[in-house]
């Protein structure tokens, strides 16, 4: 690997981290010396590029620093492209037509040599089931989960008997054939997962629920692993 690629990888492996990296841990992941990881952090810092910490404790890329989209590799183009064309043909129709206009702007912003990469990929998603039908506006409830506000929803289970919930909104589930709502409901006093296609009314509360998204959305994290 040439000097320059390593030390765009090296910013690479502490962007996409959320804690710090030790050089062994960098070293590993690029199949080098930690010499050679404390020489590129060096440079790196030479460059103004803001790391922050130590050997032995670990480097974190503090947030306000970024990259022209032109230094995307490869790969990294076709795993967007995979992963849009996966949600173009599985996401609600909001979702699908910005997966559509992210490859397009793939496209466009890539070079001339890569371009084929982003609207022909060799990887491909499997076919799509025939989705079942969306009982709720699914584009709003994903606003409703970006300001933290609670739905009031009536629902029928698979044995048909209804129920109506109060919800705070935490995630939306794709999968091939169905969709999932997933929110803290606040009849059981627990998460809960609910089908679109079942849901029979919907109502956008304008109050907020007590707890930050992202920490609800943490919370239900950690129960799924528990389980």
Known sequence: MRPSDRLFQIIQILRRSRRPLTAEAIASELETSKRTIYRDISTLIG????????????????GGFDLPPLMLTSDEIEAA?????????RGDPALS????????KLAAIVPEKLRDVALDPVSRTGPAWEPTEDR????????????GKK??????????RATQRILWPVAVGYFDSVRHLIAWCELRRDFRSF???RIASAEFLEERY????S??????RKTIKEN
Do not use: N
């Not at 492209?81 to 043909?89: D, E, I, K, P, T």
């Not at 739905?151 to 048909?160: H, K, P, R, V």
């Open 210 to 213: 007590p707890e930050r998204p």
């Open 47 to 62: 460059q103004r590029v803001p790391i922050r910490g130590e050997a032995g404790l670990g480097y974190v890329l503090e």
């Open 151 to 160: 739905i009031s929803l009536g629902y029928s289970d698979e044995q048909g």
């Open 97 to 104: 037509r910005a997966a559509a206009d992210l490859i397009a």
């Open 215 to 220: 920490v609800l959305r943490a919370r239900w």
């Open 195 to 197: 089908r679109t296609d």
């Open 136 to 147: 709720i506006d699914l584009a709003r409830v994903r606003g409703w989960i970006h300001e």
């Open 81 to 89: 492209a995979l992963g849009a064309r996966w949600v173009q043909s």
